[in-house]
């Protein structure tokens, strides 16, 4: 019902009629994100914007609790000067704690095969680690080059499909499979960089993000990021953010550079050129952060590098 809502809502906006560019799939991976299945899900997505889409730089795995700090002509106009083969991605080659919690078990994921949510089955004994390759992990957020989303679905190197298959068993698959793939891969290893460009709160005990909320706002537009997660679907903080660093009013879209109509009513109500940008406070915040983390002289010493 809610997917087909979505569809509907696409489908009456005027200016995603006429550019044509968001597509809603007909049925939803069903993926646990404690599981492998999200693997599925994102490379699924990637898959269908290769078939349909011929013109785009990066994939951009974004889920519903990311919000954008940014407005999309301050992202395109930034990434315009940057190589077009950079990945950004969080990475370690430093196990520690997910030795024994997520990669050692073995799970079944229902998500795989069963069309309504159950219990993640969980195998009494443990594997070990392999040595046909080293495993590294990261963030499941990832702006990702096309280059490699064809190097892992339609490339000729094998790593890809075996270490999907190695991973269907491993509990939170999803942020070790394109780090792995990236840092063993000789073509890959140095596009890497080391930054999501997301904003997070502080790491829990357990490995996880809390929440964002309003008292997270001034700390996550000073940092330069170009997203932020998470947030909770209700919460007041997104209608500040669209107020007050997209210009984005209740129920309209972000304004660009294609928007030509008066301030005073909708402004995206008559379009100009969409390859007209526009960026504004956004793109300037993720230039300084971009410049200061590119050129603090650690960015190749921080590429896959391995830690015991």
Same mark, same amino acid.
């Given at each position: 019902?809610?997917?087909?809502? #979505? ?10 009629? $006429? $550019? ?34 011929p013109r785009w730089d990066w994939f951009v795995n974004l889920n519903?609790? =990311? ?6 002509d301050d992202l395109l106009h930034i990434l315009s000067y940057l +190589?077009?083969?950079?990945?950004? #991605? ?63 679905? &339609? ?6 499909? %075996? ?7 491993? +509990?939170?698959? &999803?942020?070790?499979?394109?780090? %792995? ?34 008292? =997270? ?9 170009? *997203?932020?997660?998470? *947030? ?53 915040? #993720? ?19 391995? #830690?015991?």
């Open positions: 019902a809610d997917r087909d809502a #979505l569809a509907l809502a696409v489908q009456s906006s005027p200016i995603f009629r $006429a $550019a044509q560019n968001v597509d809603v799939l007909g049925r939803a991976d069903f993926a646990y994100p404690k599981g492998s299945s999200p693997i599925s899900a994102t490379l699924h997505g990637a898959s269908i914007l290769l078939r349909l889409a519903a609790l =990311d919000y954008p700090l940014v407005t999309q +190589p077009k083969d950079l990945n950004f #991605l969080n990475h370690t080659s430093y196990i520690g704690w997910r030795e024994s919690r997520k990669l050692r078990p073995i799970i079944v994921d229902p998500g795989l095969y069963l069309t309504e949510k159950t219990e993640m089955f969980y195998a009494s004994q443990k594997r070990n680690l392999p040595d046909a390759f080293r495993l590294f992990s990261g963030s499941t957020f990832a702006i990702l080059s096309r280059n490699f989303i064809e190097h892992c679905i &339609l490339g000729t190197d094998n790593l890809p499909r %075996t270490l999907l298959m190695y991973l269907s068993n491993t +509990p939170s698959s &999803l942020s070790n499979y394109f780090p %792995t793939i990236l840092c063993n891969s000789h073509q890959f290893n140095h596009t890497i960089v080391n930054t999501n460009l997301q904003y997070t709160s502080n790491k829990s005990m357990k490995g996880e993000y809390p929440e964002l909320d309003s008292n =997270d706002f001034d700390n996550s537009i000073k940092s330069g990021a170009a *997203f932020a997660s998470s *947030f909770p679907t209700d919460e007041s903080v997104l209608d500040r953010i669209d107020r007050e660093i997209l210009g984005r009013y209740p129920d309209k879209v972000v304004p660009g550079g294609w928007c030509l109509g008066e301030s005073r009513n909708d402004t995206c109500s008559i379009w100009g050129d969409a390859d007209v940008l526009r960026p504004g406070p956004g793109a300037r915040r #993720l230039e300084k952060f971009l410049v200061s983390f590119l050129s603090n002289g650690t960015v190749l010493s921080q590429q896959c590098a391995v #830690l015991d």
